[in-house]
């Protein structure tokens, strides 16, 4: 199996000014291509440590690749290091030339003298022409070694990745490596482990247990020779895990939200929710996922009282006798969004998130949560111990959808 090692060049992901997804999708697409990535190394803009990571990869391993430092300015210097280091010079390719002044001419821009830099390559690489911006690729092959470098903006790696570099890459793969998650909710991550306990020192395919905020996965990868064999090898096992962990496992590879849709979509029912502590953030949750619009379509940020008995009918004395932060005002939210909107369920949420408590000696991060279609009412009370507003609002979200999935399984069940 040839290995391979991938640099990512910045001194901005350094200083966690960017995130670096480049770093995930890469691993990702070369393990699915059976090209098995054995380091990761991120380096700032200075040459002499560049070099000394690029040569130590270089020497571990048969691919290198390398993204990001191939713009314009003085601190864009991976192609002038990695050129040094294989004594390889930089020579004008008149066609990456012409691109780039064709795509400042297209857009009215005058070109700068510097953007000429990215049009210089190394001699006798294959270029990888980009056609989401100026930075070519390069492809090169120095006797049984190999070397990618990459531009750094997300938008320009990943088609040139997938159209250009990926078909070169395939005569070094040794199969593929096929992935799946089974994902849960409801159960922590060492339980989940426990329940799989006797399918995690399985060699092919692997089993491996992952802790997500509020969810816990279990990676499921398989190595064959075609992708078929490996979805051979995944399904039973997958199909096995699932009857373990029963309800807690929501699905295979799709996200909660996308999930909670399906099960909607397979009901016949629609959705509107009332949120206050999470500020919108299950409808924006609900929303990110494709076929939303067909189950979901009513959304109140009840974030005052004043919002909750104008919009929702909260009844006065609730708010007095019991609080906002309450599960009588849960329920009187989710009857209340149910009620306006016509939707066969509704969902509610109200809660401190902090970092400070709301003036009464209820504790940050009590959370209360309610679900109602009319004849099941479903209520849960929360408490995250956390003084964190985003995780607490992040995990009540969850919870909420996974609410909604539970309300959605009774109701089937009693049917």
């Known amino acids: 199996m040839h290995r391979c090692e991938i640099i990512t060049v910045g001194t901005e992901l350094l200083l966690g000014e960017i995130l670096n997804t480049n770093l995930q999708f890469l691993s990702q697409r070369l393990a699915e291509t059976g090209i098995a990535v054995e380091r990761h190394c991120t380096v700032g803009d200075n040459p002499a440590r560049l070099r000394e990571a690029f040569l130590s990869a270089l020497d571990r391993g048969d691919i290198v690749l390398l993204t990001g430092g191939l713009g314009p300015t003085a601190d864009d210097i991976t192609k002038e290091v990695v050129c040094e ?70 938008g320009e790696l990943r088609p040139m990745f997938q159209e250009q570099l990926k078909p070169l890459l395939m005569p070094f793969s040794s199969g593929v490596i096929l992935s799946h998650y089974l994902r849960t909710i409801g159960i922590g991550e060492s339980r989940m482990a426990d329940l799989a306990q006797d399918y995690l020192d399985l060699a092919n395919p692997t089993i491996a247990p992952y802790a997500k905020q509020g969810e816990a996965f279990l990676r499921v990868c398989a190595a064959a020779a075609t992708e078929e064999e490996a979805e051979a090898l995944c399904k039973p096992i997958i199909k096995k895990l699932k009857e373990i962990l029963g309800f807690y496992a929501y699905s295979v590879d799709k996200e909660l939200e996308a999930a909670v849709i399906d099960c909607l979509v397979e009901a016949k029912k629609t959705v509107a929710i009332a949120e206050s502590c999470t500020g919108g953030g299950i409808a924006a949750k609900l929303t990110q996922a494709p076929g939303a619009s067909a189950v979901f379509g009513w959304g109140v940020v009840s974030y005052s009282n004043d919002c909750k008995r104008a919009l929702l009918d909260v009844p006065a004395y609730v708010l007095e006798r019991y609080g906002a932060v309450s599960a009588e005002c849960a329920f009187s939210m989710a009857e209340g969004i149910k009620k306006r909107s016509g939707a066969d369920i509704g969902l509610a949420v109200t809660g401190i998130a902090g970092p400070g408590s709301d003036g009464t000696a209820k504790p940050v991060g009590l959370i209360y949560l309610a679900a109602t279609d009319g004849e099941t009412t479903l209520e849960e009370r929360i408490e995250t111990g956390r003084g964190d507003r985003g995780y607490n609002r992040d995990y009540a979200t969850k919870q909420a959808l996974n609410l909604l999935r539970k309300l959605l399984a009774k109701r089937t069940e009693a049917n």
């Open 85 to 154: 280091a294989l004594e390889l010079p930089l020579v004008l390719d008149e066609l990456q030339l012409s691109r780039i002044e064709d795509f400042f001419r297209t857009r009215g821009l005058a070109m700068s003298e510097s953007n000429r830099k990215q049009a210089l390559v190394p001699e006798g690489c294959q270029v990888l022409y980009n056609g989401n911006g100026t930075a070519p690729g390069c492809w090169i092959a120095k006797g049984d070694k190999r070397v990618a470098l990459l531009p750094g903006p997300p």
